[in-house]
């Protein structure tokens, strides 16, 4: 290209007010392109990886219920009346462990690359089922599976029957946060498996998607997809037969349904809490950093 000396000298007089207008203009106009320049940096972040994301703790508590209440209460009290009935000596449950009696509890910590899942659930047994002589003698019982990773290897230690204390190596990488197509590619795939969009709603001061399919409603939180976690609907049966990991795939904030006249089950969101002192990294997580 020509330089401008090599111009006519009305040509190149044109050329310097034309760039002088454009100057002016960019001044003026700074904040509208800084606000682009925000905007773009933001939808770049989506396509990284989480790793120094703040840390997100939540707690999810669910249950088997039947004609509305908790399956594992019912199942109790129908047994105490009937053993009553039989003249046999009942050693009941207390108040404490009859209210956990059924429910089953994720608490979960992430940061994005690392994370510590603690799953719980309680019940009630007898010694020997089927024995008169102990039909009646109700045990408490906890079960608990502690998982941890930091995002090397995988780290369990376990009561649950049939389960032990076991640690794998694996490269386990780093969470990817979704981007704005990830979402509603997610939530397309909802739509084509027959769950119905309802609308947005709020659950524990966070933001949620409502979807609903036959007699299953959930609200799934739709404000994690810097940590990979999608608002898709996942499930119809409360995620009772999953363990806490999957919940860092999805989060619902509230799920229940009554496949038929007196069953179904409840989830809930207890709590969560994103960042500050009450998302510490928790005994075995490297804090440096934190």
């Known amino acids: 290209m020509k330089s401008i000396a090599k111009f006519p000298g009305r ?15 960019v001044a003026c106009d700074g904040g509208d392109l800084r606000a682009e320049t925000e905007k773009d940096s933001a939808l770049r972040s989506a396509d990284e990886d989480t790793s120094g994301k703040q840390a997100l703790k939540f ?3 669910r249950e088997r219920l039947h004609d509305g ?14 053993c009553n009935g039989a003249g046999l000596p009942v050693k009941a449950l207390s108040s404490d462990e009859l209210a956990k009696a059924g429910k089953h509890q994720s608490e979960v910590w992430t940061d994005g690359a690392r994370y510590q899942i603690s799953d719980v659930e309680w019940g009630w047994r007898t010694p020997s089922p089927g024995s008169p002589e102990t039909s009646c003698q109700f045990e408490f019982y906890e079960h608990r599976r502690d998982t941890q990773s930091n995002g090397k290897d ?6 649950f029957p049939g389960e032990a204390e076991s640690e794998t190596q694996q490269d386990a990488g780093v969470r990817m946060a979704l981007a704005s197509e990830d979402v509603a590619q997610a939530r397309e795939d ?28 959930v609200c799934m939180w739709s404000g994690g997809a810097a940590w990979g976690i999608s608002e898709a609907a996942t499930g119809d049966d409360c995620q009772l037969g999953q363990t806490g990991e999957a919940f860092l795939d999805a ?40």
């Open 69 to 82: 209440q908790p399956l594992a209460i019912k199942d109790y009290e129908a047994r105490v009346i009937a």
């Open 190 to 217: 909802s739509l084509g498996i027959g769950w119905a969009a309802l609308g947005t709603s709020q659950k524990k001061g966070q933001p949620c998607s409502r979807w609903k399919k036959d007699e299953t409603e």
């Open 11 to 25: 040509e190149a007089a044109n050329i310097i007010l034309l760039a002088f207008v454009m100057n002016i203009a």
């Open 251 to 290: 989060l619902p904030l509230t799920a229940s349904n009554s496949v038929q006249a007196g069953s179904g089950c409840r989830l809930e969101v207890a709590s969560i809490s994103i960042g500050g002192a009450a998302v510490t990294p928790p005994d075995g997580i490297d804090k440096e950093g934190e």
């Open 154 to 159: 995988v780290r369990v230690r376990s009561n």
């Open 59 to 61: 707690v999810v508590h």
